[in-house]
């Protein structure tokens, strides 16, 4: 097809009909330009009707949609509780597709165990994003002012990273000054290079004890190059974790293969797990394992390995009820968990997670992934406002990115850009004060999203431009 | 009415008839004996026309029964998430029950504050039980192995809470052995006292960071002196934390005028928001203050405040999203967030609220509570099998309890007497080796269920003596 067709809806739509994913999207509730627009509930019936009326949503970066199959599940766990009570905890039901309570951690562990690259071992599902990095940072993080004492993160990390970070510190009585080494990108630049993190790691590398960086940076979509700076930091003596919010269920991962440290990350971007939903982190097996060799320090009834802050969800499944009082710790991540977790919150996450394993997984949805985003990219690039009203913030190579494209504005259109693409039905995320952030997610937005977005934009753009 | 006359369901059927709450069992998914022998699924409607089965569940202080609102205001945040993706967070929906998600931790502080008797502002919703300890710990146990560092637990606590203490202290480079206190009741008790409690205290009076204790024991069922054991440890200078698992929302509390310095709770128990749900936390005011007077340590642009590993939730609302790095904790228990926390889980906490406010609070649920736990106490007292085959643990002076009472059954008789009352429709739950937990919930118990357990408890007791 010649370029002038690409910029066609017809275009669009035959991308549709030969992407062998396309029949998921029937799978998520799709918000209906009138849901937008409504002020009150809809009836749920009443609205599936009006369905032809979608929204363009391309906003899984911040919220992903709600699969269908999450009300159905929730109802029978609903139903699984009202019915059974206590004994929900360990009683199977024939044909229930939940497991029991008992086991409904190590369910998500499995599911969560492909999409991120791990061992099932190597994975859990518990407390939220911040809280993860906390308490891997507990186990993990142990400065010594005269030797490893500084933690390197970016300087444009999302303040949640950054707070965490800095009270970290604090809470070894150092000085954020002294033992925060941030990485910012060059003067107007966006993004920063692999070559520039690994100069920097080099500077500290005998006085760093971790470093924290995302998978995907929030802002750029950048999407760092996770094996090569794990590997130079681990050369250098550091402890590598990931912030992996905006790159799980986004890119593939391979965490294992990869030799990562350890990682964190929230399900209610890519995995559609609903707002808040249950965190997850993943601990290399070489941290977490349990040896015989008694030792002086963290000995516990002759048993060694890393001190975590615990708690009874982490010990060992046979000896957990015993009320016995002695940690002996599962060996791997679920070693770090603390507290029964929420049935509710795992429930949802699991949901989501049945129509990724009905997807055929990363691959095939990264194999989508690239094409959907290069055509919005293509599409941008094609744009006249391109370059002059507006840049592309996200590397061009393929590669260095997933899902999302955050575009800058030229200052003061974004709160026009904005007003007029929500009248239009489109869904982006704003960055103050002018970046978007569009987001074509590989599991529900089509083609002809993204072609629809595309026409908003340039509607919005050209609306801006007179305004100003 | 006789004694003999206190032995009929008669007079359970006319205690129910004058009990003010007993219109609030119909607004919870009681089992029914049908549910409870069924091994798979069943169909919620053909199921509700069999409640006259009902089954006796005295089990919530293990696991609460379900609200039948929670299904509702599930389906209006499944609905809210269909309809408005990520507008959820901040777009007001008219006649909507639930809040916009932005403000749904708010919405449960309001509600859980009158609960245990704190300052809005003194309450948060987040995590989970056992991790919000460490995170209290985290910010107020700084100990100093040449001042302060033990912490004072009970011997037989809970075993997270043992896990919790150890790691902590392992954490800080200390060893168990030397900061960890435990508090055991005397030989051949089940409870201790206050007086021994103030005695531990006083002996490491100078030496002891944190005491941390449980509201109500979960293996006896003793409710602590919370306001004496408070007083007397702040006096020593020691931070009290208090777990609240088995308090919370089953007996009055008034944590604020009790000045206790930080508590957490699960909310799975008497607060009935299902399996792992979400816990919440208590700072008291004193302690999460902010002061703009400079200090040398924790000093983040010139605001002084309790360094607590941080998290952008716990930053003001004004400048969370500003992406600035500078955190600025919001005063009271919401300074000490971390993430944004599941919609889910607290739209199904807060369901379960509404009914404690329909309920007209604790103080009209304790009126209950005190007499149906009596009279499960007086039908246990009343059979020929008391202090012959069984004892109770429980403390008798009803300040000392709350709704469970602790029964220790003679060597052998637990597995069937637990498989005789299953047999019959009645869940209490069993500690191994020897003890049963009856908790009536006023919530939702009826003083029928206590006959039916008893009756049942006593063929239960028979059979089993038979058996043996
Ligand atoms: C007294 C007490 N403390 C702590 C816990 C641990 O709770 P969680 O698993 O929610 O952290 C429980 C759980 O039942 C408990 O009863
Ligand atoms: C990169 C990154 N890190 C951390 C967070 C904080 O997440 P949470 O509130 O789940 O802790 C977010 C939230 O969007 C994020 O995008």
Redesign the interface.
């Known amino acids: 097809m010649a370029t002038q067709d690409m910029q066609s809806r017809d275009y669009a739509a035959a991308l549709d009909q030969h992407d062998p994913l396309h029949h998921l999207r029937k799978d998520f509730?799709i918000?209906?330009r009138a849901?937008?627009r409504?002020?009150?509930?809809?009836d749920?019936e009443s609205?599936d009707a009006a369905s032809s009326d979608e929204?363009v949503?391309l906003?899984g970066n911040?919220?992903g949609?709600?699969p269908r199959l999450?009300?159905t599940r929730?109802?029978?766990y609903?139903?699984?509780?009202?019915?059974?009570?206590?004994?929900?905890?360990f009683k199977?039901?024939?044909?229930?597709p939940l497991p029991i309570?008992l086991d409904v951690d190590s369910a998500a562990s499995m599911s969560i165990a492909p999409i991120v690259g791990a061992h099932v071992s190597e994975v859990n599902i518990m407390?939220?994003?911040?809280?993860n990095l906390?308490?891997l940072m507990?186990a993990f993080y142990r400065p010594d002012i005269n030797a490893r004492h500084k933690i390197i993160l970016e300087g444009?990390?999302?303040?949640?990273d950054?707070?965490?970070v800095?009270?970290?510190i604090?809470?070894h009585?150092l000085s954020p000054a002294e033992s925060m080494i941030t990485i910012d990108p060059p003067p107007g630049e966006a993004t920063i290079t692999t070559s520039y993190i690994l100069s920097v790691i080099k500077t500290h590398a005998s006085t760093t004890a971790v470093l924290l960086l995302p998978g995907i940076q929030f802002?750029t979509g950048q999407l760092l190059d996770i094996p090569t700076i794990t590997a130079a930091a681990q050369e250098a003596g550091i402890f590598v974790i990931w912030d992996l919010a905006h790159a799980v269920g986004n890119v593939p991962l391979s965490l294992h293969d990869w030799n990562v440290d350890a990682a964190a990350w929230?399900s209610?971007k890519y995995l559609n797990a609903?707002?808040?939903?249950?965190?997850g982190m993943f601990v290399h097996e070489r941290n977490s394992q349990i040896s015989s060799t008694a030792s002086a320090?963290?000995n516990?009834d002759g048993k060694h390995f890393v001190?975590?802050?615990?708690?009874?969800?982490?010990?060992d499944k046979s000896s957990?009820?015993?009320?016995?009082?002695r940690?002996q710790p599962i060996p791997g991540a679920a070693g770090f968990q603390?507290?029964?977790?929420?049935?509710?919150?795992?429930t949802?996450l699991n949901a989501s997670l049945e129509v990724f394993e009905k997807a055929g997984g990363m691959a095939a949805l990264r194999a989508k992934s690239l094409k959907i985003t290069a055509y919005l990219e293509s599409l941008l690039e094609a744009s006249p406002h391109f370059e002059k009203v507006f840049q592309i913030l996200t590397p061009k190579d393929p590669q260095q990115r997933g899902a999302q494209i955050s575009v800058r504005l030229n200052d003061g259109l974004l709160d026009i850009v904005m007003k007029e693409l929500e009248e239009r039905g489109v869904?982006v995320?704003e960055?103050?004060p002018d970046v978007i952030r569009v987001a074509p997610a590989p599991l529900y937005n089509s083609f002809v999203d993204v072609y629809e977005f595309m026409k908003a934009f340039s509607e919005a753009l050209d609306a801006a431009q007179k305004a100003k």
């Open positions: 509730c918000p209906s849901d937008l409504a002020t009150s509930l809809p749920l609205r929204s949503y906003c911040s919220l949609l709600q999450t009300a929730l109802q029978q609903l139903t699984t509780w009202a019915t059974q009570g206590v004994f929900g905890h199977p039901i024939d044909k229930s309570w407390e939220t994003l911040t809280a906390h308490l507990s444009k990390a999302f303040p949640s950054h707070y965490a800095e009270s970290q604090l809470h009585g802002y929230c209610y609903g707002p808040g939903a249950i965190g320090s963290e516990i001190n975590r802050f615990s708690g009874w969800w982490g010990n957990r009820f015993a009320m016995e009082n940690f603390l507290s029964n977790p929420s049935v509710l919150d795992i949802s869904v995320d960055r103050r």
